[in-house]
């Protein structure tokens, strides 16, 4: 995938997308694939190369005139493109759906349609139909930091095997600049300072002008930028729905409505909690986290310097950036686990829960430290007493630099081997 510099028109960077894999195999057995999430993700950049390789037709609904075309006549703007066809920002003619529903009812062949939104289709009321058992849906996130740096990275996989691969840490990064910047295609290109912070801030207005208020008309939009803020000063906690509204002025059925706005839109993605069948006392509520570290600290007022003496909040900044990076690694594992917390009522706690398919758990603690003690792993031990054979083991994620062992089942690595 090829980004070239607005200005000069020179190739000022290349990244090859870990999930053009998956891209190309969903394409190759169902007849329509959804490649979606936020904006500036390279959704299009990827959809126009796929285009071009299959030399179908390719049309973009950010197009007035297409956007037109769609919603008049669906069947008749989709009956124009042929029998294949790529399709952008397909979320904004809602009536496509049920088009092309009948479309790949009458024809099943694999690979007809290619469709990207920067929306989630699932949480749309507009679309009725989710074209179910006839579409499959990939997530395409902000660059992974191994995509970064022409990395397939394997750690979810890893942490899973029986038994632990050879532990290593990975490159040297410098670990605070990286979880600052975050990682949208345009802003790593960017250098730090000001004219990142011009990039987030357009960002933004521009997320909430066009998108939001195109999935919903709302009249207080002017609430939605602070309400975002007061998202990323809590990032990595626990999502209180009540004191939430109180410290936006927001009323808490108006609230409920922008929090599923924001992630329809991709920019809120909070972490569900873990819970099971075991008759513990659970924590229910979500963790609070946002796409991008970068963009949280830009919205939380974040600079290199007030992080230098604000060593809280990197520790939440720095799990939130954990987080996202395993979000997208599972976009391109074998091992698809699915993202939790776990915490009971207690206060015993483990920051990342993973559970794959066959309900084996692994737990992530992250610490914003260059050493680790045996009591990081007290919410491990919690766990596995919990959850018994289901656990597999546990892993402290530091700032040193060192892989150690704590015994059969825990392990303290650095952030770098993600």
Do not use: C
Not at 6 to 32: F, W
Request: glycine share 8%; proline share 4%; no cysteine.
């Amino acid at each position: 995938m090829v980004y070239k510099s607005p200005l000069s028109g020179q190739l000022s960077a290349m990244y090859r997308r870990n999930i053009e894999s998956e891209l190309k195999s969903a394409l190759a057995d169902t007849p329509v694939v959804l490649l979606n999430g936020a904006r500036q993700t390279g959704k299009s950049t990827l959809a126009q190369e796929f285009a071009k390789a299959f030399s179908v037709p390719y049309v973009t609904l950010d197009d007035a005139t297409q956007l037109a075309a769609a919603s008049s006549d669906a069947q008749g703007f989709l009956a124009g493109l042929g029998d294949r066809a790529v399709i952008d920002e397909v979320q904004k003619a809602p009536d496509l759906f049920p088009a092309i529903k009948m479309s790949v009812d009458e024809d099943r062949r694999p690979g007809r349609y290619l469709l990207t939104g920067s929306a989630n289709i699932l949480l749309l009321p507009q679309i009725s139909e989710s074209l179910a058992g006839r579409m499959e849906i990939i997530t395409l996130w902000p660059l992974s930091q191994g995509e970064l740096r022409t990395q397939r990275e394997r750690f979810i996989d890893g942490i899973f095997a029986k038994s632990v691969p050879t532990l290593q840490a990975g490159d040297a990064v410098d670990l605070k600049g990286a979880v600052l910047v975050g990682s949208y295609p345009e802003v790593v290109q960017r250098p730090a300072g000001k004219r990142r912070s011009v990039w987030f801030a357009a960002y933004i207005t521009a997320m909430l002008q066009r998108d939001v208020r195109d999935l919903a008309n709302i009249e207080g939009l002017t609430d939605m930028p602070r309400l975002l803020s007061l998202l990323a000063a809590r990032v990595g906690g626990l999502l209180n729905m009540s004191e939430l509204s109180r410290s936006s002025g927001i009323p808490n059925s108006t609230l409920k409505r922008y929090l599923r706005l924001l992630q329809a839109t991709f920019l809120f993605q909070p972490l569900p909690a873990w819970s099971s069948n075991l008759g513990k006392r659970l924590i229910k509520s979500a963790k609070i986290h946002l796409i991008d570290s970068g963009l949280t600290a830009h919205l939380a007022g974040i600079t290199p310097q007030s992080l230098s003496r604000n060593t809280v909040f990197f520790g939440h900044l720095l799990e939130s950036f954990v987080v996202n990076e395993l979000r997208k690694q599972i976009g391109w594992s074998d091992n698809r686990a699915i993202l939790h917390h776990y915490r009971t009522t207690t206060g015993r706690e483990v920051d990342i829960l993973l559970e794959d398919a066959a309900g084996r758990l692994v737990g992530l603690e992250v610490k914003a430290s260059s050493t680790v003690g045996r009591k990081d792993f007290s919410g491990f031990d919690a766990l596995s007493e919990d959850t018994g054979q289901q656990f597999v083991r546990g892993v402290v994620l530091y700032t040193g630099e060192q892989p150690v062992s704590f015994g059969e089942h825990y392990l303290a690595m650095p952030v770098s081997a993600l």
